[in-house]
């Protein structure tokens, strides 16, 4: 039996040309970015033409391939990626999204390094101390660079894998589908991870049809006691990641986003359009919050409003009645436990995302989280939504906090949390 996997080995592949002990460009005094590489792989940003469903489309790509290659790593590795930028006129940087990086490789221009420009590079470092499903991507001109298809993977290993460990992540480029990557056959009875990203910036529908599931982690974070589940879906947010776990059936299996089936092991005909979708706040085992006293509170008002403080009036998505660079940081010291609220009083869906910090889900909409403890760092927060989360203020710096729906945090929905 077969389970349509990729099951291409890539990962960062030993770079024998990188010479121990280089120059890195991290900030002084962070151990995280310390040791000797254990993994080394160079990045080299430029425009490509790529094959989308059958046509050649304009892209910009890492190493002439949308996705750019497959980051693996097993925890305890000390990464090294060095980025250059070939012929990207607006700059190239590395975040990676998910991964709580020190602050000097987080990759954001104009907050934490300056953009890389043709001809320049920057390497960065960091040890992979949280194992999961992450991917990186530009955040230059993000709206624009992501699109194009700089982007990637990042997966971290606990430990060597058994059975199949696959990613599927999901992107259109220029609004073509990219091609469905290889498939390889699984034997009935293998245990198989499906960890699935979306590095759009709109939510997607995934649905596995042909076997019972669970939930094995959001956001790389793994989920107490989850529950098994059949003719379900999932919604992921624009930057979210699922890890779905299964045992390989001797029937076929599919795997259907927004309704359309990508992987397949054999013909499977299901309708999974009218299954329900599973609420990750109510799923699996809860426990109680760890912190009962917050040390700060924030309250996020999420709108659309006029931005008149550029030479002409615009309209941006706005954050307590501001646009980037006019919304006041939130400002919190070492140690805070944070709480902060988000209110959505705008008609879209705002897929919110917080750099260098897992939060904890406390309710939605009045309702406590209930579920296993919800750890993210990418959710939708939808129109008439209030969310309120916590996190603990321990990782220094200065952050992006933004709306991943690109478009939107490029017209003004990014603020940042600071460190004083
Ligand atoms: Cu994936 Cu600031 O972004
Ligand atoms: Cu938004």
């Known amino acids: 039996v077969a389970v349509a996997a990729l099951l291409a080995g890539t990962g960062l592949a030993a770079n024998p040309g990188a010479a121990p002990g280089v120059p890195h460009d991290h900030g002084p005094g962070d151990a995280r970015t310390e040791g000797e590489p254990t993994r080394r792989v160079t990045l080299t940003a430029g425009t490509a033409t790529v094959r989308a469903s059958g046509r050649d489309v304009?892209?910009?790509?890492?190493?002439?391939?949308?996705?750019?290659?497959?980051?693996?790593?097993?925890?305890?590795?000390?990464?090294?990626?060095?980025?250059?930028?070939?012929?990207?006129?607006?700059?190239?940087?590395?975040?990676?999204?998910?991964?709580?990086?020190?602050?000097s490789q987080d990759g954001v221009p104009g907050v934490t390094q300056a953009a890389v420009l043709?001809?320049?590079?920057?390497?960065?470092?960091?040890?992979?101390?949280?194992?999961?499903?992450?991917?990186?991507?530009?955040?230059?001109?993000?709206?624009?660079?992501?699109?194009?298809?700089?982007?990637?993977?990042?997966?971290?290993?606990?430990?060597?894998?058994?059975?199949?460990?696959?990613?599927?992540?999901?992107?259109?480029?220029?609004?073509?589908?990219?091609?469905?990557?290889?498939?390889?056959?699984?034997?009935?009875?293998?245990?198989?991870?499906?960890?699935?990203?979306?590095?759009?910036?709109?939510?997607?529908?995934?649905?596995?049809?042909?076997?019972?599931?669970?939930?094995?982690?959001?956001?790389?974070?793994?989920?107490?006691?989850?529950?098994?589940?059949?003719?379900?879906?999932?919604?992921?947010?624009?930057?979210?990641?699922?890890?779905?776990?299964?045992?390989a059936p001797a029937t076929p299996v599919a795997l259907f986003v927004d309704g359309r089936a990508v992987y397949s092991t054999g013909p499977v005909s299901t309708a999974t359009g009218g299954w329900p979708v599973l609420d990750p706040l109510t799923y699996g085992v809860g426990s109680p919050v760890p912190w009962t006293r917050f040390d700060r509170t924030f309250t996020l008002v999420l709108d659309r409003g006029l931005d008149l403080h550029g030479l002409l009036p615009r309209y941006a998505h706005t954050v307590n009645g501001a646009a980037d660079p006019d919304i006041p940081p939130q400002v919190v010291r070492l140690g805070d436990i944070v709480r902060f609220t988000i209110v959505n009083r705008s008609q879209a869906v705002h897929p919110w995302h917080l750099h260098g910090h897992h939060v904890l889900v406390l309710s939605r909409n009045g309702?406590?989280?209930?579920?296993?403890?919800?750890?993210?760092?990418?959710?939708?927060?939808?129109?008439?939504?209030?969310?309120?989360?916590?996190?603990?203020?321990?990782?220094?710096?200065?952050?992006?906090?933004?709306?991943?729906?690109?478009?939107?945090?490029?017209?003004?929905?990014t603020l940042h949390l600071m460190y004083r």
Not at 392 to 400: E, H, I, K, R, S
């Open 367 to 413: 309702v406590p989280a209930t579920g296993s403890p919800l750890w993210l760092d990418s959710f939708d927060v939808r129109p008439g939504d209030v969310w309120e989360v916590a996190f603990q203020a321990d990782n220094p710096g200065m952050w992006a906090n933004h709306c991943h729906n690109l478009k939107h945090a490029d017209a003004g929905m």
């Open 58 to 103: 304009a892209a910009w790509a890492f190493n002439g391939q949308v996705p750019g290659p497959e980051l693996t790593a097993t925890v305890g590795d000390v990464l090294e990626v060095r980025l250059r930028n070939r012929d990207i006129a607006r700059g190239v940087t590395l975040h990676w999204h998910g991964y709580d990086v020190p602050n």
């Open 118 to 247: 043709p001809g320049q590079e920057f390497v960065y470092r960091f040890r992979a101390d949280q194992a999961g499903t992450y991917w990186y991507h530009t955040h230059a001109v993000s709206d624009v660079g992501v699109r194009m298809g700089l982007y990637g993977v990042l997966v971290v290993r606990p430990a060597p894998v058994t059975g199949v460990d696959v990613t599927v992540p999901v992107h259109t480029l220029s609004g073509l589908p990219l091609p469905a990557p290889s498939t390889a056959p699984v034997a009935a009875g293998t245990p198989v991870r499906l960890r699935l990203i979306n590095t759009d910036s709109t939510t997607h529908r995934y649905a596995l049809a042909g076997t019972p599931f669970r939930v094995a982690a959001i956001d790389g974070s793994d989920l107490h006691g989850p529950t098994s589940l059949a003719d379900t879906a999932v919604l992921i947010p624009a930057g979210g990641r699922y890890d779905l776990v299964f045992t």
